[in-house]
């Protein structure tokens, strides 16, 4: 299955609003470039499926509108399913990411919207938490899908 990349953001400090930007380097020692969070080994980099979002937007009232950045994750993507488990590789565009595990809603979504905290937690809709093993640019449109090691 292969995905496309909708979506980037980024925050240069805790609880600074989320700056959605084009293109962005990721690398191995700091994921995200300009990232405040990409210095964290096994959370360089969180992925949000857009569908997991929109699911999550569905169970609460007046929330049609509200931007996927409110979430805080760094990538977001479209028509590909997310593993529910760690260990699998993602390629976004130059990138290869190991997913880490899952991106566990915390106290700061409910602050951004009642309810979402609950809204984001069942099935991982949340998102993925990844490391960067091959760093690479990444660009809005870029190919991103799941990669069998085996192969």
Do not use: S
């Not at 925050?11 to 191995?28: G, Q, S």
């Not at 929109?54 to 997310?82: F, G, S, Y």
């Not at 529910?84 to 997913?99: D, F, H, K, P, S």
């Amino acid at each position: 299955m292969t995905g496309r990349l909708i979506g980037i953001a980024r925050r240069d400090r805790k609880r600074a609003p989320m700056e959605e930007i084009d293109r962005v380097r990721l690398e191995a020692d700091a994921g995200l470039e300009g990232d405040y969070r990409g210095r964290f080994r096994n959370r360089g980099v969180t992925v949000l499926a857009r569908e997991a979002w929109e699911a999550a937007l569905a169970d609460l009232d007046d929330a049609d509108n509200l931007p996927w950045t409110l979430r805080r994750a760094n990538l977001l993507v479209k028509d590909i399913d997310l593993p529910r488990e760690g260990g699998g590789l993602l390629q976004v565009g130059g990138a290869l990411l190991r997913i880490t595990g899952e991106t566990d809603p915390c106290k700061r979504m409910e602050e951004q919207h009642a309810g979402l905290q609950a809204a984001l937690t069942p099935d991982w809709r949340g998102g993925v938490t990844c490391r960067v093993v091959r760093g690479g640019e990444v660009a809005l449109g870029d190919q991103a899908k799941l990669v069998d090691e085996t192969a």
